[in-house]
């Protein structure tokens, strides 16, 4: 507000604005500005690299995409957010599961939710650190309080919205996680509240 007060001071006095209309104006570009260095600090925080736009996601490339348009933009009005509904996108490689995750993530940025993009491998890795480091129970919070969180190539079940994508069908997760018990469970626990 105080970076740009003088110029709504004047253009108030150009329109003859009243004292309580420019307060006002001044009030609704701050507010505009407070939501988009949230949105800003939601999109660093997220860890993704971009802002894409359904616009890009070319839904003519492949038939499935075609069949499954209408499912996918309604996942863009995030109300999956709201009741904790996991998505699993599953396909081959190079159909699009990572761009229409990143999608759906940046929707979840604008909304001022909190995301957080990670591969499979990468959360393994701080998880099993973690866990030798004794510092588990604090850290592991950086994987369950983020209101989305996406794992490009596997997932990891918490109490909010879990979004994956891999190109591996769900009865193949033990050979990747070398242990099928653990694999049955994660796919079970996701698919029961999958959208």
Not at 79 to 107: D, H, M, Q, Y
């Amino acid at each position: 507000m105080s970076r740009s007060v003088k110029t709504t001071l004047t253009d108030a006095a150009a329109k003859n604005l009243s004292v309580a209309a420019t307060l006002e104006w001044l009030a609704d570009m701050e507010l505009e500005a407070r939501k988009q260095r949230a949105i800003e600090r939601r999109y660093k925080c997220s860890r993704f690299q971009a802002q894409p736009s359904i616009d890009a996601f070319q839904f003519q490339h492949h038939k499935t995409r075609q069949q499954a348009k209408a499912r996918i933009l309604r996942l863009l009005d995030l109300e999956f957010l709201a009741s904790g509904t996991n998505l699993v996108l599953i396909g081959n490689p190079g159909v699009g599961k990572t761009f229409l995750a990143k999608i759906i993530a940046w929707r979840a940025c604008q909304a001022n939710q909190r995301v957080l993009f990670t591969t499979a491998m990468d959360m393994l890795n701080h998880l099993l650190a973690w866990q030798v480091g004794h510092s588990l129970v604090r850290k592991r919070k950086t994987y369950t309080e983020p209101a989305l969180l996406v794992c490009d190539a596997l997932g990891y079940r918490q109490k909010r919205s879990t979004m994956i994508t891999t190109n591996t069908p769900l009865s193949d997760w033990g050979n990747i996680l070398f242990h099928t018990t653990i694999a049955t469970a994660i796919a079970d626990r996701l698919v029961e509240s999958a959208g």
